[in-house]
């Protein structure tokens, strides 16, 4: 028998769409693929040299729980230049990717019963990683007339005596809504109110973003001594199969997340280290051809969508998705099948179009569907030409 803990834990809907993609491509169908949140691009050159350099160099050991020191002292580096945040090397937690990240501090914060506040759309493993830490999940809905964001006083009001978490993402997946430093200081404010309540940061797409400057939630003086920041390499760097993520946090906390750690993994990769000491070190002009590349597909999907009757859109300022509402498709009944809801809409995308993308409901927002733009311009421009034509 499974135990109740695997049974209440859903599958991630990113990664059962992708499987179904593929399940179609090995059929010998043409599917575009919109649906995983993971950069076309190669590493950075740069990187694999450091990567090349710490193979000759036999690093081949295992490695601290915590990460090596001189990763650390390069990530509160980065911390101090990108986000003004001062931390300490005790502070720092490298792991096996930024999920891991944030499953450790689920892990080591939250007892059954406890409730993280999510403010949606959220990351689709944010719900399920609380649900391992059985804790339940409070969802402060926001809709695309907001541009995906929450108010302090709807934060204000899913506030309980329970309350032990919130969890916060920008830029944005799946919107690529980014709060501004004003309005993060006016859920601070809100925060400020209620001291036993710790703040989750998650900023791994804090590099992709198409003008609004970056504000870390930790740089609120009166909230940085129960601030989690989380980051990591994947997007911003090309590097998401390195699996190397981090965060920055009160040493009570990050000793906790490097003890529970040490009984899991233990420390992430050797080799996939050394190269994000060269990542987290460079400037981020070494990277800027992506972002710029990002932003002009960016401007293409959403021309490009704009033209298909029944899609709503707002205009991502981060991160390399577009969060379409569709909900103007529920209940019509196109090519024989039925629209329901965002999943039957996603499916039916899948089937007819040829194009995966990924229902909203895995995101807690049930009216729309992600659709990412880290594809090629031919990808995106056939992609849209496709749905167009089987929603025509």
Same mark, same amino acid.
């Given at each position: 028998?499974?135990?109740?803990?695997?049974? %209440?834990?859903? &599958?991630? @809907? #990113? /990664? *059962?769409? !992708?499987?179904?993609?593929?399940?179609?491509?090995?059929?010998?169908? $043409?599917?575009?693929?919109?649906?995983?949140?993971?950069?076309?691009?190669?590493?950075?050159?740069?990187?694999?040299?450091?990567?090349?350099?710490?193979?000759?160099?036999?690093?081949?050991?295992?490695?601290?729980?915590?990460?090596?020191?001189?990763?650390?002292?390069?990530?509160?580096?980065?911390?101090?230049?990108?986000?003004?945040?001062?931390?300490?090397?005790?502070?720092?937690?490298?792991?096996?990717?930024?999920?891991?990240?944030?499953?450790?501090?689920?892990?080591?914060?939250?007892?059954?019963?406890?409730?993280?506040?999510?403010?949606?759309?959220?990351?689709? %493993?944010?719900? &399920?990683? @609380? #649900? /391992? *830490?059985? !804790?339940?999940?409070?969802?402060?809905?926001?809709?695309?007339?907001? $541009?995906?964001?929450?108010?302090?006083?709807?934060?204000?009001?899913?506030?309980?005596?329970?309350?032990?978490?919130?969890?916060?993402?920008?830029?944005?997946?799946?919107?690529?809504?980014?709060?501004?430093?004003?309005?993060?200081?006016?859920?601070?404010?809100?925060?400020?109110?209620?001291?036993?309540?710790?703040?989750?940061?998650?900023?791994?797409?804090?590099?992709?973003?198409?003008?609004?400057?970056?504000?870390?939630?930790?740089?609120?003086?009166?909230?940085?001594?129960?601030?989690?920041?989380?980051?990591?390499?994947?997007?911003?760097?090309?590097?998401?199969?390195?699996?190397?993520?981090?965060?920055?946090?009160?040493?009570?906390?990050?000793?906790?997340?490097?003890?529970?750690?040490?009984?899991?993994?233990?420390?992430?990769?050797?080799?996939?280290?050394?190269?994000?000491?060269?990542?987290?070190?460079?400037?981020?002009?070494?990277?800027?051809?992506?972002?710029?590349?990002?932003?002009?597909?960016?401007?293409?999907?959403?021309?490009?969508?704009?033209?298909?009757?029944?899609?709503?859109?707002?205009?991502?300022?981060?991160?390399?998705?577009?969060?379409?509402?569709?909900?103007?498709?529920?209940?019509?009944?196109?090519?024989?099948?039925?629209?329901?809801?965002?999943?039957?809409?996603?499916?039916?995308?899948?089937?007819?179009?040829?194009?995966?993308?990924?229902?909203?409901?895995?995101?807690?927002?049930?009216?729309?569907?992600?659709?990412?733009?880290?594809?090629?311009?031919?990808?995106?421009?056939?992609?849209?030409?496709?749905?167009?034509?089987?929603?025509?």
């Amino acid at each position: 028998m499974l135990s109740n803990r695997i049974k %209440s834990l859903p &599958a991630s @809907a #990113t /990664l *059962a769409m !992708a499987a179904k993609a593929r399940e179609l491509k090995n059929q010998g169908v $043409d599917i575009i693929g919109l649906s995983l949140g993971e950069p076309d691009f190669n590493t950075p050159e740069f990187i694999k040299d450091a990567a090349i350099q710490a193979v000759k160099d036999n690093y081949n050991s295992y490695s601290p729980v915590d990460g090596y020191a001189d990763l650390k002292t390069a990530i509160c580096e980065k911390f101090k230049r990108d986000n003004g945040l001062e931390y300490q090397a005790s502070q720092i937690v490298v792991s096996t990717g930024a999920k891991q990240s944030i499953a450790n501090v689920c892990m080591v914060l939250l007892d059954p019963d406890d409730e993280v506040l999510l403010p949606a759309p959220y990351w689709v %493993s944010y719900s &399920a990683i @609380a #649900t /391992l *830490a059985e !804790a339940k999940s409070i969802i402060i809905p926001s809709s695309i007339e907001d $541009d995906f964001k929450i108010t302090p006083e709807q934060l204000e009001a899913a506030i309980t005596p329970k309350t032990k978490l919130v969890m916060f993402n920008s830029p944005n997946n799946p919107s690529g809504t980014i709060y501004t430093e004003a309005e993060y200081r006016a859920l601070g404010a809100v925060l400020q109110k209620y001291p036993d309540i710790f703040i989750l940061s998650d900023e791994i797409y804090e590099h992709i973003n198409y003008g609004t400057p970056h504000f870390s939630i930790a740089a609120i003086d009166e909230l940085y001594d129960r601030t989690i920041t989380v980051n990591g390499v994947a997007k911003a760097f090309a590097m998401t199969g390195w699996r190397i993520g981090y965060i920055g946090a009160p040493e009570w906390i990050a000793k906790a997340c490097n003890k529970m750690q040490g009984q899991i993994t233990s420390g992430a990769n050797c080799i996939a280290q050394r190269a994000t000491i060269a990542a987290v070190s460079a400037p981020t002009s070494q990277i800027q051809y992506m972002v710029d590349e990002f932003n002009n597909r960016r401007g293409l999907i959403l021309n490009l969508l704009s033209k298909i009757p029944g899609f709503k859109l707002n205009e991502p300022q981060g991160a390399f998705y577009v969060f379409p509402d569709v909900s103007s498709y529920f209940g019509k009944t196109i090519k024989g099948k039925t629209i329901e809801n965002a999943n039957d809409f996603a499916l039916f995308l899948l089937e007819e179009a040829h194009v995966a993308t990924v229902t909203g409901d895995a995101f807690g927002n049930s009216d729309c569907i992600r659709i990412s733009y880290a594809a090629s311009e031919e990808d995106i421009k056939t992609a849209v030409e496709r749905i167009k034509n089987a929603l025509s």
